[in-house]
Nanobody, 126 residues
Framework: VQLQASGGGLVQAGASLRLSCAAS????????MSWFRQAPGKEREFVSG????????HYADSVKGRFTISRDNAKKTVYVQMNSLKPEDTAVYYC????????????????????WGRGTLVTVSS
């Protein structure tokens, strides 16, 4: 499975961005796709996740109410709409796919993901 992330950029605080992650394989082999991010000097952290089967979406507390994850099954693509961006959202954003993970405890653990895309940099200026 190859994942291609795109949509990062440099924006001012309060602006919006939409990240996309396209999967190269048929989605029946994937349970959940998620976004993680890693800021300089910090560990990679969970941002948001969604299952292909229509189950619940998951969000980190830091992005709830501002970010919205969605999917397009036909395009094998997951999106995250990021609104009201803050300087602390600055990070490299990675999309990841898990073949088995679907519960709220599982999806937040980066070790549970078998496939990772290259990151896309989001920079939010104050």
């Amino acid at each position: 499975v190859q994942l291609q992330a795109s949509g990062g950029g440099l924006v001012q605080a309060g602006a919006s961005l939409r990240l996309s992650c396209a999967a190269s394989t048929r989605i029946f082999s994937i349970s959940t796709m998620s976004w993680f991010r890693q800021a300089p000097g910090k560990e990679r952290e969970f941002v948001s996740g969604i299952t292909w089967s229509g189950g619940p979406t998951h969000y980190a507390d830091s992005v709830k109410g501002r970010f919205t994850i969605s999917r397009d099954n036909a395009k094998k693509t997951v999106y995250v709409q990021m609104n009201s961006l803050k300087p602390e959202d600055t990070a490299v954003y990675y999309c990841a796919a898990s073949r088995w993970c679907s519960t709220s405890l599982c999806v937040v653990d980066p070790a549970r993901y078998e496939y990772w895309g290259r990151g896309t940099l989001v920079t939010v200026s104050s």
